[in-house]
């Protein structure tokens, strides 16, 4: 069977669709069997035989799988040998390789079943709040802490002193950055959950909002002493939130009285915003064949009937 662009680039849409889904499950199976030999070889310990001291050696040097698909059919392998139902939920999709990731260390013969039933189809996300909630992690202390200096890629005699005193980044964290580590090879800004209802926030900042927080503190001394980075945090995301809200959605404390469109007006009245974000639940309402699209991002109101063709801006129509 050819796999080259050209044979889907001829099928029909209900037939690409149809390829992809027999493609996915394909691909499924073949990983199941995959990591269902890796149980058996795992077993037999046949990778000594072969000359490797281990089976992620062999995995990455004579299957010339990645270290990263090594590691987690490695893992996947070890935690079915004990709950050979993964295996199954893996085939059928109801679960990832990174789920089981995810959940490998918590299982147990009491818990197995209910959490893989709970995470049936769920994210990465999901799951990281599942596993959470299952081992709560005490809160961090809020830290600030000054990187190092980045080490410049050009030749010694050609940098500039100043350049270096610019891209002097600050991170927020509770960990200390290794000797070294550079703004190029830092992790991305992350938020990880701790727990049920709590979340570690990491990002990195530059000079010039690290002096916007310096002040920020300073100023809040009086009702925040210690200055606490989390509560600055707090503070600042509800104010941006209500600003957001404002100009975007019209949400204000006292909502005046509705305001009538002229039928040559396209624009949408305050109070039909308010009422059409709160139906659609800041969720975009279009409707696919599989149900209904679940971004929350980049959210436009929009006329269904458009305006151009007299729809109203009314609540209905938006």
């Given at each position: 069977m050819t796999t080259s662009a050209q044979a889907f680039a001829d099928l029909s849409d209900g037939d690409?669709?149809?390829?992809?889904?027999?493609?996915?499950?394909?691909?499924?199976?073949?990983t199941v069997r995959l990591i269902a030999s890796l149980v058996e070889l795992d077993q037999r310990r046949l990778y000594l035989a072969e000359g490797y001291s281990s089976l992620f050696t062999y995995c990455t040097q004579v299957l010339h799988l990645s270290e990263h698909a090594a590691y987690g059919r490695i893992e996947a392998a070890r935690?079915?040998?004990?709950?050979?139902?993964?295996?199954?939920?893996?085939?059928?999709?109801?679960?990832?390789?990174?789920?089981?990731?995810?959940?490998?260390?918590?299982?147990?013969?009491?818990?197995?079943?209910?959490?893989?039933?709970?995470?049936?189809?769920?994210?990465?996300?999901?799951?990281?709040?599942?596993?959470?909630?299952?081992?709560?992690?005490?809160?961090?202390?809020?830290?600030?802490?000054?990187?190092?200096?980045?080490?410049?890629?050009?030749?010694?005699?050609?940098?500039?002193?100043?350049?270096?005193?610019?891209?002097?980044t600050l991170l927020l964290t509770t960990v200390s950055p290794a000797p070294g580590r550079t703004e190029s090879n830092l992790a991305p800004a992350r938020v990880t959950p701790l727990a049920a209802e709590r979340y570690k926030?990491?990002?990195?900042?530059?000079?010039?909002?690290?002096?916007?927080?310096?002040?920020?503190?300073?100023?809040?001394?009086?009702?925040?002493?210690?200055?606490?980075?989390?509560?600055?945090?707090?503070?600042?995301?509800?104010m941006l939130l209500q600003h957001l809200e404002k100009t975007t959605l019209a949400s204000v404390s006292r909502p005046q009285r509705p305001r009538g469109t002229t039928s040559d007006s396209g624009r949408i009245p305050s109070a039909v915003r308010r009422a059409v974000w709160t139906r659609d639940n800041g969720q975009c309402a279009f409707m696919g064949t599989l149900g209904r699209c679940t971004e929350r991002g980049f959210l436009e109101f929009h006329h269904a009937v458009p305006f151009a063709d007299s729809g109203a801006a009314t609540v209905d129509n938006i």
């Open positions: 690409l669709l149809a390829a992809v889904h027999r493609l996915a499950t394909d691909e499924r199976r073949a935690v079915v040998r004990k709950y050979p139902v993964l295996l199954e939920r893996l085939e059928t999709g109801d679960l990832t390789l990174t789920t089981m990731g995810l959940l490998a260390p918590h299982l147990t013969s009491e818990n197995y079943l209910h959490l893989v039933e709970t995470a049936r189809h769920k994210s990465k996300r999901d799951v990281e709040h599942l596993v959470a909630a299952l081992r709560p992690q005490p809160a961090v202390p809020s830290v600030v802490r000054k990187l190092p200096s980045p080490k410049s890629e050009r030749p010694p005699e050609i940098v500039q002193p100043s350049s270096a005193k610019q891209a002097l926030v990491q990002f990195t900042v530059t000079k010039e909002v690290f002096e916007k927080l310096r002040r920020v503190q300073d100023l809040m001394r009086h009702s925040c002493p210690d200055g606490d980075v989390a509560i600055v945090f707090e503070r600042g995301l509800t």
